[in-house]
């Protein structure tokens, strides 16, 4: 008997029927969600012998469903998410002309899903333009619903844009070129501190070492400067028993972090580009506001054999959504052809989110299995000597096989 996952004391609840919600996506969308899925029942059923099993629960979002409904994202859909908890989708279509800026967004912001989580390793012969890739393995913490994403701004000429230039300029000195376009980034201690709280916890959790937060504070001193003031402030009052920020590591440890203990340290935007290239073993877990963590976790993605094999959620209290972090790629729609591997592994993230580690853990290693054995989509056989060119669903029949 399927039963709806629940959310008690900050913790999801899920039995072993679980319902889970599948939005298949846009373009390319379906093909990938007919591989994962196939993979992912494939490992839950060879995990647990058939003593757990996931109920899919199919859900309309995206071109289908305006055609269906009129509407992009249906209120069915999002009320049914909202009972579901739990749900992995496809890439959505951003609408043409007005409305809805993006799906995403929308579905981030309609369920405040603050966090948005992006895992980046290497896969064992992934190519890829690093001489070391597999010194990258981090788990990016990136803010999902205030700074560029709270969609605030407006356009150059506009009335809304000239009223708040003779603000800034009249009330707070500022100096703006005359008929500006204008935008506002928000940043909130609320905000801020939920969003490095859930990275610390990831790092407690999981055994990582280090969580940084990664800002342009040097510049924008009461936004990002404040968003690593109050990671600060916040691990110092939560976790102190824990948690070592970096100045004290050097004053206390001669720079030498205690085990068990936790160090948190912050970095410059643009430097930490550089440093995820040149010394990537020294990071573990960022924490960043919204735009630094768009730029950094695709580059990561790209160290590492881009974003074809890229996982991800947006997560919040209550709510989780897994998805594959590419675009739609419509003239591939229908063809079976592109790799699946960026939704299979958020699938493998949501396996491990419900605590269905054993089941995660083989999608992982067969994953890693079939890309070893070189039969594999169009997107790595191009760069792979010797590799057999195969479709999306044979190389989601080849993961399943090395299970």
């Known amino acids: 008997m399927s039963e709806y996952i629940e959310y008690k004391n900050g913790e999801f609840v899920v039995g072993g029927n679980p319902l889970v919600g599948a939005l298949a996506g846009d373009g390319i969308g379906p093909d990938i969600w007919k591989a994962t899925k196939m993979v992912l029942d494939a490992a839950v059923a060879k995990a647990y012998d058939g003593k757990k099993k996931i109920a899919w ?59 948005c989580i992006r895992p980046v390793r290497w896969y064992e012969g992934v190519p890829n333009p690093m001489k070391r890739p597999g010194d990258l393995d981090v788990v990016i913490f990136r ?50 501190k939920r ?46 028993e824990v948690v070592i920020p970096e100045a004290e590591l050097w004053e206390k440890y001669d720079g030498k972090l205690p085990k068990g203990k936790i160090l948190l340290n912050d970095r410059i935007a643009d430097a930490m580009f550089q440093q995820l290239l040149l010394r990537p073993s020294e990071y573990d877990v960022l924490a960043t506001p919204n735009l630094n963590g768009d730029y950094l976790s695709d580059a990561c993605a790209a160290q590492v054999g881009g974003l074809g094999i890229a996982p991800g959620a947006n997560v919040g209290d209550g709510i989780a959504i897994f998805e594959a ?23 493998k993230m ?29 997107d790595l056989a191009r760069q792979m000597e010797g590799a057999e060119e195969v479709s999306c669903s044979r190389f989601a029949e080849l993961i399943v096989a090395a299970m």
Request: hydrophobic share 40%; net charge negative; aromatic share 8%.
């Open 325 to 347: 972090t590419h675009g739609t790629a419509p003239k591939y729609a229908g063809l079976d052809k592109v790799n699946p591997g960026s939704l299979i592994l958020s699938g």
């Open 57 to 115: 629960r199919m859900l309309d979002a995206g071109e289908e469903a305006y055609a269906k409904t009129g509407s992009y994202l249906p209120e069915e859909t999002l009320a049914e998410i909202e009972k579901l908890k739990i749900a992995i989708k496809g890439p959505l279509s951003t609408p043409t002309g007005g409305g809805i800026r993006s799906l995403n967004v929308a579905l981030r912001h309609h369920f405040d899903l603050y966090a």
């Open 143 to 192: 803010e999902n619903t205030e700074d560029v994403y709270a969609g605030l701004e407006w356009s150059a000429g506009s009335d809304e844009a000239a009223g708040l230039e003779k603000y800034l300029v009249e009330n707070l000195g500022a100096k703006i070129r005359p008929g500006s376009a204008l935008g506002i980034k928000p940043m909130s201690p609320e905000g801020s």
């Open 195 to 240: 969003l490095i709280r859930m990275a610390i916890e990831y790092a407690i959790e999981h055994g990582r070492k280090v969580v940084t937060m990664v800002h342009k504070g040097n510049i924008m001193k009461f936004t990002e400067g404040a968003f690593c003031q109050w990671g600060y402030e916040m691990a110092a009052a939560e976790f102190p």
């Open 350 to 378: 949501m396996l491990d989110f419900m605590g269905w580690n054993e089941a995660g853990s083989l999608v992982e290693k067969a994953l890693q299995q079939a890309i070893a054995g070189k039969k594999v989509t169009y």
